[in-house]
Nanobody
Framework: KVQLMESGGGSVEAGGSLRLSCVAS????????MGWFRQIPGKEREGVAI????????YVADFAKGRFTISEDNKKHTVYLEMNNLKPEDTAVYYC?????????????????WGQGTQVTVSS
């Protein structure tokens, strides 16, 4: 199973930016995609963005389009989430994920490996 280590969360004012990083280790060749989910307090986890590693194919949730960018450094087994123009409603725990298989990219069960999560807090 792939292990994931996240970094880069924190607190920022509305309109600010943060960059999340996630490094994968272990049998990374077993998975075809990495990315980010988030969980807003009181809500279910939702997909933010995913990249199919090595193919530079990305999917981004509608709420993140135009503000968040996902990228990867395949040699370093690292994925990044650049978040700009952050809003208070982006406040959540952000989880790095790794997985594969069929189905929609934002289906939770598609991902076998989850990071511990990093808190992002956006104040108004």
């Amino acid at each position: 199973k792939v292990q994931l280590m996240e970094s880069g969360g924190g607190s920022v004012e509305a309109g600010g930016s943060l960059r999340l990083s996630c490094v994968a280790s272990g049998p990374t060749w077993l998975d075809d995609s990495m990315g980010w989910f988030r969980q807003i307090p009181g809500k279910e986890r939702e997909g933010v963005a995913i990249v199919y590693t090595g193919y530079d194919i990305t999917y981004v949730a509608d709420f993140a389009k135009g503000r968040f960018t996902i990228s990867e450094d395949n040699k370093k087994h690292t994925v990044y989430l650049e978040m700009n123009n952050l809003k208070p409603e982006d406040t959540a725990v952000y989880y790095c994920v790794s997985g594969g298989g069929g189905g929609s990219w934002d289906r939770l069960s598609r991902y076998d490996s989850w990071g511990q999560g990093t808190q992002v807090t956006v104040s108004s």
